[in-house]
T-cell receptor
Framework: AQTVTQSQPEMSVQEAETVTLSCTYD???????LFWYKQPPSRQMILVIR??????QNATENRFSVNFQKAAKSFSLKISDSQLGDAAMYFC?????????????????FGKGTHLIIQP | DSGVTQTPKHLITATGQRVTLRCSPR?????VYWYQQSLDQGLQFLIQ???????AKGNILERFSAQQFPDLHSELNLSSLELGDSALYFC?????????????FGPGTRLTVL
């Protein structure tokens, strides 16, 4: 079974600064998808960014980018120019590609989350 | 707003009872997923339906069951409730069941078992 580990329960950053959230995962598969979701105090789960494992290029969405290191099984999220609205829980998630075969769970496997605090 | 709706927003009930949570996916989405978020277990995948058929199971207890109806809305039934079932239950939907499809989450139903 796949596991996702977020080793930073909490991170704090000054507004306008850059912060990096860490995520590592364990899998024996070679093809899969990785995601970062944001959960603000409203509890709504919001997709931030996703990465296909077969793509070497790191995904970028505006101020959000990832550093995907497939060999190291690492998938960190970098937030540039942090804003107060970025304050939230951030969850790293993994999704298997083996869904086509009908085997195994087809949902997302989440890490425990990192609570991001933005200092004004 | 993701376009996924869940009712009710909050539910308070007693141990041993049975409840039903409802989810309406985004327009055009055929796949529905259920997740449980609790302090102890974090976010866990429970079950997935695609176009009315069960597609995959995660860590769903035998006391829990789900179904997806012809109009594509889904219900999650929780029975013989225990204190530990208190959690936030999310529904998510996607166009298809393939791994490439982004799952859009609803606002969740907060269940409190007393």
């Amino acid at each position: 079974a796949q596991t996702v580990t977020q080793s930073q329960p909490e991170m704090s950053v000054q507004e306008a600064e850059t912060v990096t959230l860490s995520c590592t995962y364990d899998t024996s598969e070679s093809d899969y998808y990785l995601f970062w979701y944001k959960q603000p105090p409203s509890r709504q789960m919001i997709l931030v960014i996703r990465q296909e494992a077969y793509k070497q290029q790191n995904a970028t969405e505006n101020r959000f980018s990832v550093n995907f290191q497939k060999a190291a099984k690492s998938f960190s999220l970098k937030i540039s120019d942090s804003q107060l609205g970025d304050a939230a829980m951030y969850f790293c998630a993994y999704r298997t590609l083996t869904a086509y075969s009908g085997g195994g769970a087809d949902g997302l496997t989440f890490g425990k989350g990192t609570h991001l605090i933005i200092q004004p | 707003d993701s376009g996924v709706t869940q009712t009710p927003k909050h539910l308070i009930t007693a141990t041993g009872q049975r409840v039903t949570l409802r989810c309406s996916p985004r327009s055009g989405d055929l796949s529905v997923y259920w997740y449980q978020q609790s302090l102890d277990q974090g976010l866990q995948f429970l079950i997935q339906y695609y176009n009315g058929e069960e597609r995959a199971k995660g860590n769903i207890l035998e006391r829990f069951s789900a179904q997806q109806f012809p109009d594509l809305h889904s219900e999650l039934n929780l029975s013989s409730l225990e204190l530990g079932d208190s959690a936030l239950y999310f529904c998510a939907s996607s166009v298809d069941w393939r791994e490439a499809d982004t799952q859009y989450f609803g606002p969740g139903t907060r269940l409190t078992v007393l």
